[in-house]
């Protein structure tokens, strides 16, 4: 299966947007192993992450049949309330990852990645020219194929539900980065105990004048900014239902129910700096597989960024292993892309 007719590239006239135009037929035949790279970095950059705060800070050394690239965390874009270890950054830096290595095997680059998850750098990325040609798996060619139409949705899904062959999908991608994801299907009692955390985090988040202060900070509601939430985006979903002079309120748990056919929770074994790589790169593997089967993924922050929900999730719950993420999962509509920093920025 090849999804070049169904991954449509769309020239954007918007420039905080344009980053999502990028278009591996734009790549020359003979470009050099350096321009390869910087151009896998292009897709790298479409990665999810915190509130599209990009956190992430890529270089690179390209010397003829040479390059390493570097990825780093920065740290000015760590969200001081939310997340103020800087997990979900981490996260956010192992999705980039998993979007880069992607695309660089899709683009023919022959590379070796070695973690190093030290606060001044999380990965080092070895990438030589090859005289073999690089086979990439399929699934993993249509996933990196997928990566500019990937969306995070905070709209309601449509009443449809994931078949069970594509949670198995999911779950399995999922497992090839270390890490576990835990489907909570319509009739699991426990999505009832995972709703009713997202709802008392939401109204502890929105009850806090930091965090409001925060989003605000990070929400762009004049659409000209290269990063951050936009209105119609995120900055209000459907689970906020107040105007812009009061905190929104939390949406009733049945309407939560009914917008989201598929609830899940990724979980690593750890809680180390490591696991929440690992976690940000099968985050990214089940956005862009489920997107590759036309389904949609959203994220809820409010039981994770909230230290004594996050345990009480882990327990109730019964977990494997730490959670790292809360989704809901379904098929609907197309959304916006949110804005993304020019390459040379990061």
Not at 142 to 164: F, G
Not at 254 to 265: N, W
Not at 282 to 300: I, P, Q, S, T, Y
């Amino acid at each position: 299966m090849d999804l070049s007719d169904f991954i449509v590239v769309v020239p954007s006239a918007d420039p905080t947007t344009a980053a999502w135009s990028h278009d591996q037929r734009e790549l020359a035949a003979d470009a050099t192993l350096g321009e390869r790279v910087r151009f896998a970095l292009g897709f790298a950059i479409l990665a999810p992450s915190i509130r599209n705060t990009q956190p992430w800070r890529f270089t690179l050394a390209a010397d003829g049949d040479a390059a390493v690239v570097t990825l780093a965390c920065e740290r000015a874009r760590v969200l001081a309330v939310a997340d103020p270890e800087g997990r979900a950054a981490t996260l956010s830096c192992g999705a980039a990852l998993e979007c880069l290595t992607l695309s660089l095997a899709r683009l023919g680059v022959a590379h070796e990645v070695a973690l190093t998850p030290a606060p001044g750098l999380l990965a080092r990325i070895t990438c030589r020219a090859s005289t073999r040609p690089i086979t990439q798996v399929p699934e993993d060619m249509w996933m990196s194929q997928a990566i500019p139409k990937r969306r995070s949705s905070r709209a309601p899904m449509a009443d449809r539900p994931v078949s069970d062959k594509l949670t198995a999908r999911l779950v399995a991608v999922a497992e090839a980065t270390g890490a576990r994801l835990l489907p909570l299907p319509p009739g699991d009692p426990r999505r009832a105990t995972l709703v009713a955390l997202i709802d008392a985090g939401e109204r502890a988040q929105q009850a806090d004048p930091a965090f409001r202060a925060e989003l605000a900070d990070w929400t762009d509601a004049e659409a000209r900014r290269h990063d951050g939430l936009r209105v119609e985006a995120g900055g209000r979903t459907f689970l906020w239902r107040d105007g812009d002079d009061a905190p929104p309120r939390p949406a009733r748990g049945e309407e939560l129910e009914r917008g989201s056919p598929l609830l899940a929770i990724l979980t690593t074994p750890g809680d180390a700096t490591l696991d929440h790589l690992h976690a940000g790169r099968a985050l990214a593997r089940v956005m862009l597989r489920g997107r590759v089967d036309h389904l949609w993924v959203g994220l809820f922050g409010q039981p994770i960024e909230q230290p004594e929900l996050r345990a009480r999730l882990q327990t109730a719950l019964a977990l494997p292993g730490f959670p790292q993420a809360a989704l809901r999962l379904g098929h609907g509509g197309d959304g916006p892309p949110t804005p993304r920093r020019p390459l040379a920025d990061v």
